[in-house]
């Protein structure tokens, strides 16, 4: 694992090489994310004193994807009186995203695999968007063509040219390519694996999944030790699982549960009655749209910039002190959903059950940072395969970017907004934080301009801004041992007869599926526990 000091030479390095190049200077932009002083307030107090007070049925702190989807829950099951919070500006969590002149770009997650089955809550919600055609339950659903990710999909740099999807094949001998036929067989074989209990070894979302101890049992080696032990050792194959690891978890596989790391690969069972299965559903704002399908629900119950601050259990229900606008307003709620991140929960509930931050406490979370680039005209491309939505560089820090106009270039042949990724799988969290905090945004756009600029060679000359989002605790890092059993599995049995978790901690990874699953579950206990 990279040291920190050893991270930041690098990155002061290359901010040193741009300003003595004869590049352009770094185009305009703005450093975003999370309000970091405002986070970090719970430990200082100073709260002013309660200026107001309301009262509600059901109080949701958190305005991601879990909370938003606790909220559209309510709604379809009739119960109206609800409150929605969200500390930052804009409700979305990882889903959020942006508007330029020219298009819609993510800041977060950017696509959903075609739903199987068992997602039957995001059936439900691509129905009601008009994204799924028909009956919600078909086998193989019909999809709006226009949320189907356009060809090519996806490509890889690799040795100075581009090549069409993600598993190397130039240059690959015969054993190893033996190697990838046997890893892609063995995954095909477990997407349809049933443990003991009937249920498939690895589903989405995860709740559905077999809890057969056999299968559990991969939860404590890690996936690149699960490589080994089944023999495969084709470096072509441990790159590909690496970067799956990385992209999905933000975690290196060396470091990654190997159940995770085949959830990754065979967990996805969804088909189409008019796209291949490994077709996913993206928009030019990533997952953004989907988002916004369900803050429909919340309707004028949505308070943003409210920093939760104090809960208190009371008799009837739970006190919750939120700052707003610069006054402390109190709500008393019968029920609580806690769709924030666990880990604030103890931080804030002056009267909490014995024992919570045990059960709460202790996930490691995986920092992530994503690079905005507006682009005034298509950039030169190297050789090889033909643009793609999302376009991979071969031993790179970053993860690639995505093109938020790949579903639209027949139709606006000009400028773009690349999207880059960077997960800090070779940093320990904590330091990658604090380079988060510390780094100044020139530092990060001269590193999303470096690497691109290996494939895209124009790059500088047509970026006209880049802008900088910070996510310090993105989400969940599954890590060897921490999916079954554990504290995972304490807070799964945490039980309290006025507050719900719900959050994609609960799964110890974060995905759409997850979210919404965790959302909707939470719902549906505050529902029976209202209407008895």
């Not at 975003?32 to 002013?48: I, K, N, Q, S």
């Not at 579903?407 to 400028?415: C, F, I, K, M, V």
Request: aromatic share 8%.
């Amino acid at each position: 694992m990279t040291d920190r000091r050893t991270f930041l030479r690098s990155l002061g390095a290359l901010a040193l090489a741009g300003c003595a190049s004869n590049d352009p200077p770094l185009p305009p932009g703005e450093l975003l994310g999370p309000d970091l002083a405002r986070g970090h307030r719970l430990t200082v107090g100073d709260f002013p004193p309660v200026a107001e007070t309301r009262r509600v049925n059901v109080l949701i702190v958190g305005a991601g994807i879990s909370g938003l989807s606790a909220a559209w829950r309510l709604s379809r099951l009739a119960v109206d009186d609800f409150l929605v919070l969200e500390m930052e500006r804009e409700p979305g969590g990882n889903s959020r995203g942006g508007q330029s002149p020219l298009s819609a770009f993510p800041w977060g997650a950017h696509y959903l695999p075609l739903p199987g089955p068992g997602a039957q809550h995001v059936r439900e919600l691509l129905a009601e968007t008009g994204v799924l055609q028909g009956p919600a339950d078909a086998l193989k659903p019909r999809y709006d063509e226009r949320f189907l990710c356009a060809t090519p999909q996806e490509r890889l740099f690799r040795h100075g040219l581009w090549e069409e999807g993600l598993l190397p094949q130039r240059g690959i001998d015969a054993a190893e390519r033996d190697q990838q036929h046997r890893f892609q067989a063995h995954m095909q074989t477990l997407k349809t694996q049933r443990g003991r209990d009937g249920r498939r070894v690895f589903a989405l979302p995860m709740a559905t999944a077999s809890r057969d101890p056999a299968w559990l049992a991969l939860d404590r080696p890690s996936f690149r030790d699960w490589l080994l032990a089944e023999g495969y050792t084709a470096p072509s194959l441990h790159w590909l699982a690496n970067y799956a690891c990385r992209d999905d978890y933000g975690t290196d596989y060396a470091r990654t549960s190997a159940w995770a790391g085949l959830h990754y690969f065979a967990c996805r069972d969804g088909e189409a009655a008019n796209a291949s299965p490994d077709t996913v559903i993206t928009a030019p704002d990533g997952n953004a749209w989907l988002m916004r399908a369900l803050l429909k629900s919340t309707s004028e119950r949505l308070l943003t910039d409210a920093f939760v601050w104090r809960l208190e259990s009371r008799k009837q229900g739970l006190t919750v002190d939120v700052l707003h606008d610069g006054k402390t307003l109190r709500i008393e709620a019968r029920q609580v959903i806690w769709a924030a991140p666990h880990f604030i929960l103890p931080k804030v509930w002056v009267n909490a059950p014995a024992g919570l931050p045990g059960m709460v406490e202790g996930l490691s979370y995986a920092p992530w940072l994503v690079a905005n680039l507006h682009l005034s005209a298509r950039p030169i491309e190297r050789h090889g395969a033909s643009p793609a939505w999302d376009n991979v560089l071969f031993d790179s820090a970053g993860l690639g970017y995505v093109d938020a106009q790949h579903q639209a270039l027949r139709r606006h042949p000009g400028g773009t907004v690349l999207t880059w990724y960077r997960a800090f799988s070779e940093l320990d969290p904590a330091a990658a934080r604090r380079a988060l905090r510390d780094q100044p945004r020139a530092a990060w756009a001269e590193q999303a301009l470096s690497e691109l600029a290996r494939v895209l060679p124009d790059i500088r000359q047509k970026t006209t801004r880049v802008d900088i989002f910070r996510h310090g605790h993105a989400m969940a890092r599954p890590t060897p041992g921490s999916l079954f059993g554990g504290r995972r599995a304490r807070a799964l049995a945490f039980a309290h007869p006025h507050l719900s978790l719900a959050h994609a901690d609960l799964s110890g990874f974060s995905l759409f599926e997850e979210a919404q699953d965790r959302g909707v579950r939470a719902a549906d206990t505050v529902r029976r526990r209202l209407h008895g």
